[in-house]
Every structure is written in C-alpha cells, then in structure tokens.
C-alpha cells in the first residue's frame, strides 16, 4: 500500500489547503441540521406514528420540462473532491459525473462507458469510454482526464487526498490510457468496493490539469445542469446542459436551490411547496405527525432508512495526553450511556449498533454486546459502570478527575451530541469544557489532530468495511482524525478488503471491529440514527441509492421529471 507520510501530509494539508480550502468534513447537512428537541411534539391529527412508505406511479412517460425546488449552500469552493458535508454534494453534483454512478439501492453502472469489463482476474477495470462528452468548457473528455482526475482524488497530484474518495489510493497500483478513449484502473487485489467507491457523489470528474485554486468559484464539469447564478446568503440556480451526453436528459428546465436556516422555516418551506423535498436527517419531532398524515392521505410520499452514520459517538485523539492511556479511554468508554444518548440526542429514533447496525450484511445483534461488552450496561449495571471508570481514571494518576477542552460545532444536532458526551463523561471524572468553533476550523483541527474530545458523527456512502475502515481507522487513513494506528488492523483490512468469500469476510470484519471498539478502545461508538424522508407527489423518479446523503444519482438529478 502507498502512503503518504504523516508529518508530510498533515503539513501539507495546513499550510495549502486550510488559507484555500475552507470545506467541512462533517457528515451532516450544513443548513439542514438534525432535530435536537426533546419536548413534546405539537398537537397534530393522527396518526402520530410512520406510515408504511408506498412507491411511486410507475409505467408513466417522463415529460420534459419544470423546476426542482432544493436546498443550496453557501459554497466555499465547487471542488467537489474535497467537500464531506452532504449539503455541498447536492450542489456540485448538479455539473457533474463520475466513472460509477448509483442512482437506486446497490445498483452501479458505469456513467462514462461504451463497455466496461475485469481483467487480470478482477485486478484490473477496462474502460472504453462514451466519445463526445463536453466539459462545460466545451473541451471534450477524454482518458486522460478520467486518469487525471483518480489521480487527484489520491492525492497523488498535489498532496491533497479526497476525505471520501482517497481510500482509493489504498487499491490502485497504476492507471494506464493506451488510447484516447481507454481507460485501465490496475488494483491490487479484485474488490467489488471500487466501483461503489467511484460512485459516490466526492468522487467526480475534472479536465486534466484542473487545480483546487480553478474550482474557487465555480464548477469545471460536464454534469446535466449549467450555474446559471449563486449569491452567496441566497442559493444557486442551475439550469438545462444542452449538450449533456446522455440522450433525452435531463427532464428538467431548471434546478432552484435555495439557502434557508434552521428547522422551522425548513419546514415551513416544504409545506408551503417551496421545497419538494426535506429530509436525510429526521425533521424535528414537532413536524413528524403532522407529516405522517400527509404521507397517510397521499399528499406526500414518505422513506425511512438508515443514515449511514458510523462511526458515531465520542472521539478523542489516541496519541495525545490524557487519551494516549487506554485506561482514560476506557474510563470516557464506561461514562458513556448509549440508552440516554438515544432520547437526548434523537428522540429515541435508533438503532443500537457497534460499526454496522445489526440489519445490514455485518453487522452484528445488539444482544453481542448491550450489557455485555464494557460500556454498554443499562440500569444497575451502567451505575456500576460509572464507579468502574472513576477507579480506572484514579489508575491512570487522575483521582481528582480531570479539565479539558471539548471542541463542539456551534448548532444543531452536533451540539447536543456534544452536549450529552460532556454531561457523561463528568460523571467518571472528565469535566470538559465545550470549546464552541465553526464548521471549517472544526474539519481543519480535527485533520491536525488539534483536539482532545469531541463527538461527531462520520457517515458513509457505501456501507461497505472497506470504506469505513479504510477512511477512518487504518493508518493514515483519509477521516483517521484520532491518530488510530494498529498494524494488526491494517493488515487484517488487507486481507478482508481481498476476501471474496462473504462469511470469512465477514469474521475478519468482526475481528476489526473487537480490535478497535473493545479492545483498543478507539473510540466510544454511540447507537445510530435513521432518515425520514419525505417528497411532493409530483417529483417523479426521486430514488434513493447507497446512502440517502451522499448517492450521486440521487444529487445528479438528470432523471427526476415533475409530474403536472
């Protein structure tokens, strides 16, 4: 595996990127954030509880023509590589493309392709592109860009990796363009991961040659939709490619994205039409009856799933006092309660997971480990717990406890996330103090390591190990924001990344996951979270792929069409 060295890459990433680059290595909606309230929701007609979500018509001729009415953002730059936060995706995947692209459930196709095929038992991906796709620039796109682009995601081009997409780097041994229009992407090991990777909405596609300082202030695509105009505080307008290279799309004449701040005036929005769709986070509660109603007599369509969202919960760096003794790890361990993590911060709304939520293909039953593994009791058990990781902390030289800063984000969700750990872990000792930043100096300390505790919630796009350990807990992973190393886990991440066989795969996964959640302690994993997702019933073909937040089919919007 090819890597960067630490020191290099975390001086690079300070003196280029952090004056350039202000982008957010969240996993949340920047302008939409998660329901917070933990009052009673307001008196509303029933039903109170989730209807059971009913599909769309189908067998209708998509007609051309009409508006989508979405959230904007505030860009601090159209790179969309470098960009995490989910609300920056469904602006710059509007004029874009991938190499991959998954627009529902697992499915993935290649977007840039005559033909795609393996080689060299599954080690290598043979491409032979679609000719005539234009850049927006109306410079044509060729090999060379697509190789361009990959390499730049890996930060091979200026040392500036993709949060989302620079696990790359960790399978791609070379990248061959014997043609114009021919593409080889040469892996080490066969991994069906790769192509879900480069499906994903980061991971897009660039002229050759394209610089991070070239993406500041608008978009260099080739994707369905032109910016026709962004005012910062407002929103941005995009309108019809007509010389998109995909025969009859898009449907839609314009795509209108509007900035709009907090929870109520979200809503109040969506109700009113002026947004067609709100969700990937659950609305605040107070709204949730009000909109089961509507999905009940039909006015709205409703999805439930999971977020993606892991990992999850409280985070401190491994490698820097207190938190390099695993005993004060444990300690922060033991105080946390997932059960009242749970109401406080989502109403109750989740599912009790390590890394993988017991439903998906690795995850693993809560009865493995709810009042079983360390930290995870309820009740009595919990209370002894708390006793269990002051003694722990006393061990570690702290019998008085302990002061430090707790960095937090500023709004939202997060906040209380922040607010709950701080509550919790005082408990066995650790006072914290909430150190309250803005998003971009949150993303930037976090990649330097300059922070002691903080919760947070790192979500994913693929639900795949691969990604989840590649970005966040092998050794200089792209999201290893704890300064995680363990040889153990890098070499067992080689081996299940090779696997093909599911079931073995699947106990190498559950070793990792011992190793880093239990054993290592590297981090306190918090109880997921799901999406509620609601839609007018004139948006039609609105599908929801990999992840509700971070599918680039869904954000392309090239095949939804509206429905008079």
């Excluded at 995490?84 to 991959?100: A, E, R």
């Excluded at 709100?278 to 409703?302: C, F």
């Excluded at 993606?308 to 300690?331: E, L, M, N, W, Y």
């Excluded at 039609?540 to 509206?562: E, M, V």
Aim: with cysteine; aromatic share 10%; hydrophobic share 35%.
């Amino acid at each position: 595996m090819k890597r960067a060295t630490v020191n290099g890459r975390r001086f690079l990433w300070t003196l280029l990127v952090v004056p350039l680059l202000l982008f957010v290595l969240a996993c949340g909606a920047a302008e939409e954030p998660a329901a917070t309230s933990t009052t009673a929701p307001a008196a509303v007609p029933t039903p109170t509880t989730a209807p059971v979500p009913t599909p769309t018509a189908a067998g209708e001729i998509p007609k051309k023509g009409g508006v989508l009415k979405v959230r904007g953002a505030d860009m601090p730059h159209y790179d969309g590589q470098i960009h995490s936060t989910q609300g920056y995706f469904d602006v710059v995947s509007k004029s874009n493309i991938n190499v991959f692209i998954n627009y529902e459930g697992e499915g993935v196709e290649c977007e840039i392709c005559k033909e795609w095929h393996l080689e060299n038992n599954g080690k290598t991906i043979a491409i032979d592109m679609i000719q005539g796709i234009k850049f927006h620039n109306g410079k044509e796109m060729v090999s060379a860009d697509v190789a361009y682009s990959l390499k730049k995601m890996m930060g091979q081009i200026d040392d500036i990796g993709s949060p989302r997409c620079g696990v790359l780097r960790e399978y791609v041994t070379s990248i061959e363009t014997p043609s114009k229009y021919v593409l080889r992407i040469n892996i080490s090991r066969g991994a069906a991961f790769v192509p879900k990777l480069l499906s994903i909405a980061s991971c897009i596609l660039y002229p050759d040659g394209t610089t991070r300082e070239d993406l500041q202030s608008e978009p260099l695509g080739s994707g369905p939709y032109l910016l026709e105009s962004a005012v910062t505080g407002v929103g941005q307008t995009f309108v019809r490619n007509p010389d998109y290279f995909k025969p009859g799309l898009p449907y839609l004449d314009e795509v209108e994205m509007t900035i709009i701040q907090g929870s109520a005036a979200t809503m109040a929005a969506f109700l009113t039409g002026k947004r067609d769709y709100t969700g990937s986070r659950t609305p605040a509660e107070q709204y949730l009856p009000q909109l089961y109603k509507m999905a009940v007599d039909g006015k709205i369509n409703y999805r439930k799933g999971l977020s993606g969202c892991s990992p999850q919960g409280a985070f401190a760096v491994v490698t820097k006092p207190p938190f390099d003794d695993i005993r004060v790890r444990q300690a922060m361990n033991l105080s946390l309660d997932r059960e009242a993590w749970s109401t406080l911060v989502y109403g109750g709304d989740t599912i009790v997971s390590l890394l993988f939520p017991p439903t998906t293909p690795f995850g693993r039953p809560e009865s493995d480990y709810l009042n079983k593994m360390p930290g995870w009791g309820t009740g009595a058990k919990k209370l002894q717990e708390i006793e269990d990781g002051k003694k722990l902390l006393a061990d570690a030289g702290f019998p008085d406890g302990i002061d430090i800063p707790h960095m937090s984000s500023t709004k939202g969700s997060t906040l209380r996330m922040n607010e709950v750990i701080s509550e919790q872990v005082a408990k066995v000792g650790i006072r914290t103090t909430l150190d309250m930043v803005a998003g971009a100096e949150r993303s930037t300390r976090e990649l330097s390591w300059d922070y002691n505790i903080l919760s947070w919630r790192y979500c994913q796009t693929t639900r795949d190990p691969d990604e989840l350990f590649g970005q966040s807990f092998i050794t200089n992973g792209s999201r290893n924001v704890i300064n995680y190393s363990n040889p153990e886990i890098d070499s067992l991440y080689a081996q299940m990344s090779a696997e093909v066989d599911v079931s073995k795969r699947k106990q190498t996964v559950r070793q990792m996951e011992d190793i880093v959640v239990s054993q290592d302690m590297a981090f306190g994993a918090m109880p997921q979270q799901y999406d509620q997702n609601f839609w007018w019933g004139h948006l039609q073909n609105f599908t929801f792929g990999l992840s509700s937040g971070f599918a680039s089919g869904q954000y392309r919007a090239d095949t939804i069409w509206i429905k008079e």
